[in-house]
């Protein structure tokens, strides 16, 4: 039997040459094969979702695909919403990946309103963006209620695991940027909360504090370039992995 990552191969392989119906085929397989291996489960939101949206962008019937997937999920969590709340957190998540991929954050928001309200509370993070950008500020902050004392959290993270990385090595450097984008992805989201409730002075407090609660300077450094110049840490990313694939 193949492999995940070979049949991985074989789609990216078919999709290149315009084999469109054999890509979405594999697509379709891996989707669900890579969540029951553990090894290659993170393949699944981040390559073979990308994969396909990609493929959906080309070929109508890989959207129509994607979205009966997505609906076929949508009502595995409805039906199971009072079980396990962890099975289902990830499965709205699942959900909410696809829906990221389609341009449907309509879609993520009306589900998030069915759910109960335990299952809601868990979910939340997950679905904080789409309900922002629904403009339904009122239920993020509901969710939210202290978004500095989040970003708070945040930074204690990023101070964690920057004291355990080596910058003086490319490795360490590629991990120091991966942590910056997270944390920069979580300010983002205290600072749209806030600036969509209309607590400007709090938004703009927010972002010194972003900056001033990271201990290390070359952190701290990154993140204030970031502030600066939004996509500066998506740059460093892709040019010290194209510079690591050419050396």
Sequence with gaps: MDTVQEVLERAWTAHSAGGFDNALKDYIWLFDASAADEE?????????LSAWAKLAEEYLPARHALVEVRDRDSKRLLASADGDSETAAALF???RAINDKLGDLQNTYHLFQQLPEALARQCARSALPSLMACGDYALARQ???????????AAAVFNERRAGMNVLTTAGVADLLAEVYNYIVELALVL??????????????????AVTLVQSPEARACVQAELDAPGTTL???IELQNSSVTE
């Design 192 to 209: 749209d909360l806030l600036d969509g409730c209309g607590d400007t002075a709090a938004a703009e407090a927010a972002r010194e504090q």
């Design 143 to 153: 969710h939210l209620p202290q978004p500095l004392q989040h970003l708070a959290q």
């Design 93 to 95: 998540n699942d959900i």
């Design 40 to 48: 290659t489960a993170p393949l699944r939101l981040s390559y073979v």
């Design 235 to 237: 740059d460093a990313m």
